[in-house]
């Protein structure tokens, strides 16, 4: 089982930034905010709102994991979620952050990838529109690599694949 809950403190040069990352219910109103402005924000780059391949449902189950980060006055700036592929690969899906904090993407994935390592997975895949320059860059500066597109995005050249081994 993944750790309840995870703390990332930086010290951007305005000061202390503190960003805690936890288990959260994708239900909730403060998961559906977030993931409507994700919705909002992927229509204006991609012209696709990439909820066709995202249901709530695929990360409710037990090798599954929705986390919310907070900030310092508890509220939710980002979201994330893995689910299960294959027994030893998840899929990251709905990374978003706000922006109203410094560091929020890296502290959301660096808690899934512990997370994913925790609940027995050796490998995590993801996929995003080329177009989205900030989130390929995002990714490759985080150590993921290009693979063959998978699943529903075999053929679309429109979608970038990325995976990463969980030392």
Not at 18 to 37: C, Q
Not at 78 to 93: S, W, Y
Not at 131 to 153: D, L, M, S, T
Request: charged content about 25%; proline content about 4%.
């Amino acid at each position: 089982m993944p750790s309840k809950s995870f703390m990332l403190c930086q010290t951007p040069v305005q000061g202390m930034t503190m960003i805690i990352v936890e288990k959260a219910d994708p239900l909730d109103a403060e998961s559906h905010r977030l993931i409507e402005m994700l919705s909002s924000e992927l229509a204006a780059i991609t012209g696709d709102n990439g909820k066709s391949h995202f249901a709530i449902d695929a990360i409710n189950g037990d090798n599954s994991l929705w986390v919310l980060a907070r900030n310092t006055r508890g509220n939710a700036i980002g979201c994330g979620a893995i689910r299960p592929v294959t027994q030893h690969i998840a899929e990251l899906k709905r990374m978003f952050s706000d922006r109203s904090e410094p560091g929020v993407g890296h502290a959301l994935l660096r808690f899934l990838e512990t997370s994913a390592r925790e609940m027995g997975y050796s490998e995590l895949w993801l996929e995003t529109r080329l177009i989205n320059h900030k989130a390929v860059r995002f990714y490759e500066k985080n150590g993921y690599v290009r693979i063959e597109n998978y699943g529903p995005y075999i053929g679309r050249k429109e979608a970038v694949c990325f995976s990463k081994a969980l030392h």
